[in-house]
Protein backbone atom coordinates (compact mmCIF):
# COMPACT_ATOMS: atom_id res chain seq x y z
CA UNK A 1 0.00 0.00 0.00
CA UNK A 2 1.36 3.53 -0.48
CA UNK A 3 -0.18 7.32 0.69
CA UNK A 4 -1.39 7.59 -2.76
CA UNK A 5 -4.53 10.27 -2.73
CA UNK A 6 -8.22 9.49 -2.94
CA UNK A 7 -9.67 10.49 -6.63
CA UNK A 8 -11.00 13.69 -6.10
CA UNK A 9 -14.98 14.49 -5.74
CA UNK A 10 -15.44 15.47 -9.63
CA UNK A 11 -13.78 11.92 -10.45
CA UNK A 12 -16.20 9.34 -12.41
CA UNK A 13 -16.77 6.11 -11.59
CA UNK A 14 -18.00 3.05 -13.97
CA UNK A 15 -19.74 0.59 -12.08
CA UNK A 16 -20.13 -3.53 -13.40
CA UNK A 17 -20.84 -6.43 -11.39
CA UNK A 18 -19.47 -9.66 -12.91
CA UNK A 19 -20.07 -13.47 -12.32
CA UNK A 20 -16.44 -14.14 -11.16
CA UNK A 21 -15.13 -14.66 -8.00
CA UNK A 22 -13.15 -11.68 -6.90
CA UNK A 23 -9.79 -13.47 -7.31
CA UNK A 24 -10.69 -14.76 -11.12
CA UNK A 25 -11.46 -10.86 -11.87
CA UNK A 26 -8.34 -9.85 -10.37
CA UNK A 27 -6.06 -12.24 -12.60
CA UNK A 28 -7.57 -10.70 -15.23
CA UNK A 29 -6.48 -7.21 -14.16
CA UNK A 30 -3.13 -8.11 -13.45
CA UNK A 31 -1.24 -10.41 -15.23
CA UNK A 32 -0.41 -9.77 -19.23
CA UNK A 33 -2.39 -13.39 -20.16
CA UNK A 34 -5.55 -12.01 -18.67
CA UNK A 35 -4.88 -8.16 -19.95
CA UNK A 36 -4.32 -9.06 -23.48
CA UNK A 37 -7.63 -11.11 -23.60
CA UNK A 38 -10.18 -7.72 -22.88
CA UNK A 39 -8.32 -4.88 -22.17
CA UNK A 40 -8.34 -2.17 -25.63
CA UNK A 41 -11.27 -0.22 -26.16
CA UNK A 42 -12.75 -1.35 -29.69
CA UNK A 43 -10.97 -0.92 -32.67
CA UNK A 44 -8.08 -1.60 -30.68
CA UNK A 45 -5.93 -4.16 -29.34
CA UNK A 46 -3.33 -4.45 -26.48
CA UNK A 47 -0.01 -6.77 -26.00
CA UNK A 48 1.53 -6.14 -22.61
CA UNK A 49 5.02 -6.63 -22.54
CA UNK A 50 5.97 -6.08 -18.55
CA UNK A 51 3.73 -5.99 -15.62
CA UNK A 52 5.44 -5.18 -11.96
CA UNK A 53 2.66 -5.95 -9.72
CA UNK A 54 3.71 -3.75 -6.61
CA UNK A 55 3.27 0.12 -5.74
CA UNK A 56 6.31 1.99 -8.18
CA UNK A 57 6.37 -1.02 -10.30
CA UNK A 58 5.37 -0.75 -14.15
CA UNK A 59 2.58 -1.85 -16.29
CA UNK A 60 4.06 -1.80 -20.31
CA UNK A 61 2.01 -2.27 -23.01
CA UNK A 62 1.42 -1.56 -26.68
CA UNK A 63 -1.92 -0.65 -28.22
CA UNK A 64 -2.15 -1.32 -31.70
CA UNK A 65 -5.83 0.61 -33.63
CA UNK A 66 -7.64 -2.47 -35.46
CA UNK A 67 -10.59 -0.78 -37.04
CA UNK A 68 -10.54 1.61 -39.62
CA UNK A 69 -12.42 4.67 -37.84
CA UNK A 70 -9.87 4.27 -34.99
CA UNK A 71 -6.90 4.32 -37.30
CA UNK A 72 -8.44 7.20 -39.15
CA UNK A 73 -8.98 9.23 -35.73
CA UNK A 74 -5.16 8.48 -34.62
CA UNK A 75 -4.24 10.46 -38.42
CA UNK A 76 -6.08 12.87 -38.16
CA UNK A 77 -4.60 13.90 -34.53
CA UNK A 78 -0.91 13.43 -35.79
CA UNK A 79 -0.72 9.97 -33.62
CA UNK A 80 0.85 6.75 -34.28
CA UNK A 81 -1.69 3.53 -35.42
CA UNK A 82 0.69 1.82 -32.77
CA UNK A 83 1.71 2.99 -29.18
CA UNK A 84 3.60 2.09 -26.09
CA UNK A 85 2.13 3.04 -23.15
CA UNK A 86 3.07 2.55 -19.65
CA UNK A 87 1.39 2.96 -16.15
CA UNK A 88 2.76 3.45 -13.08
CA UNK A 89 0.69 2.02 -9.95
CA UNK A 90 0.57 3.35 -6.70
CA UNK A 91 -1.28 0.59 -5.15
CA UNK A 92 -2.07 -2.87 -5.25
CA UNK A 93 -4.29 -4.60 -2.85
CA UNK A 94 -4.72 -8.22 -3.73
CA UNK A 95 -7.45 -8.95 -4.65
CA UNK A 96 -9.09 -5.84 -4.01
CA UNK A 97 -7.47 -2.70 -4.94
CA UNK A 98 -5.56 -1.38 -7.49
CA UNK A 99 -4.58 2.34 -8.75
CA UNK A 100 -2.14 3.60 -10.89
CA UNK A 101 -1.05 6.77 -13.18
CA UNK A 102 -0.93 7.10 -16.39
CA UNK A 103 0.88 9.55 -18.46
CA UNK A 104 -1.59 11.65 -21.12
CA UNK A 105 0.66 12.35 -23.43
CA UNK A 106 -1.54 11.49 -26.87
CA UNK A 107 -3.63 14.73 -26.68
CA UNK A 108 -2.78 17.30 -29.40
CA UNK A 109 -1.78 20.63 -28.52
CA UNK A 110 -2.17 19.43 -24.52
CA UNK A 111 1.03 19.37 -22.44
CA UNK A 112 1.71 15.85 -21.16
CA UNK A 113 -0.04 15.56 -17.27
CA UNK A 114 -0.28 12.46 -14.74
CA UNK A 115 -3.80 10.48 -14.51
CA UNK A 116 -5.29 8.52 -11.54
CA UNK A 117 -7.86 5.63 -12.19
CA UNK A 118 -8.33 3.53 -8.56
CA UNK A 119 -9.99 0.06 -9.16
CA UNK A 120 -11.97 -1.42 -6.64
CA UNK A 121 -12.97 -5.22 -6.37
CA UNK A 122 -15.77 -5.97 -3.87
CA UNK A 123 -17.17 -9.76 -3.44
CA UNK A 124 -21.07 -9.76 -3.34
CA UNK A 125 -21.99 -13.70 -2.45
CA UNK A 126 -20.50 -15.66 -5.47
CA UNK A 127 -20.12 -12.32 -7.85
CA UNK A 128 -17.58 -9.66 -8.25
CA UNK A 129 -18.47 -5.95 -7.95
CA UNK A 130 -15.87 -3.53 -10.37
CA UNK A 131 -15.95 0.22 -9.42
CA UNK A 132 -13.43 2.14 -11.74
CA UNK A 133 -12.95 5.35 -10.80
CA UNK A 134 -11.47 8.06 -13.15
CA UNK A 135 -10.00 11.46 -12.27
CA UNK A 136 -11.22 13.58 -15.41
CA UNK A 137 -8.87 14.41 -18.36
CA UNK A 138 -8.22 18.16 -19.43
CA UNK A 139 -11.04 18.87 -20.70
CA UNK A 140 -15.02 17.53 -20.58
CA UNK A 141 -14.71 16.54 -24.12
CA UNK A 142 -11.74 14.48 -23.37
CA UNK A 143 -12.78 13.15 -20.39
CA UNK A 144 -16.52 11.45 -21.68
CA UNK A 145 -13.93 10.16 -24.90
CA UNK A 146 -11.93 8.14 -21.98
CA UNK A 147 -14.61 7.12 -20.07
CA UNK A 148 -16.63 5.78 -23.02
CA UNK A 149 -13.13 3.69 -23.83
CA UNK A 150 -13.10 2.26 -20.28
CA UNK A 151 -16.48 0.99 -20.61
CA UNK A 152 -16.05 -0.45 -23.43
CA UNK A 153 -12.96 -2.18 -21.63
CA UNK A 154 -14.89 -3.18 -19.24
CA UNK A 155 -17.87 -4.88 -21.05
CA UNK A 156 -15.06 -6.67 -23.12
CA UNK A 157 -14.25 -8.12 -19.27
CA UNK A 158 -17.63 -9.12 -18.63
CA UNK A 159 -17.85 -10.93 -22.03
CA UNK A 160 -14.31 -12.84 -21.52
CA UNK A 161 -15.86 -13.92 -18.46
CA UNK A 162 -18.83 -15.59 -20.12
CA UNK A 163 -17.09 -17.16 -22.67
CA UNK A 164 -14.18 -18.38 -20.17
CA UNK A 165 -15.34 -18.63 -16.66
CA UNK A 166 -12.54 -19.26 -14.01
Known amino acids: MTAEPEPSPDARRLERTYDAPAERVWELMTTAAGLDEWWAPDGFETRVSEVDLKPGGRLRYTMTATAPEQVAFLDRTGNPVSVE ?64 HRAEELANLEALLRRVPG
Open 85 to 148: LRKTFTEVTPPARLAYRSLIDFVPDQEPYEHLTVIDIEPVGDRTKVIMTLEPLHDDTWTQGYCA
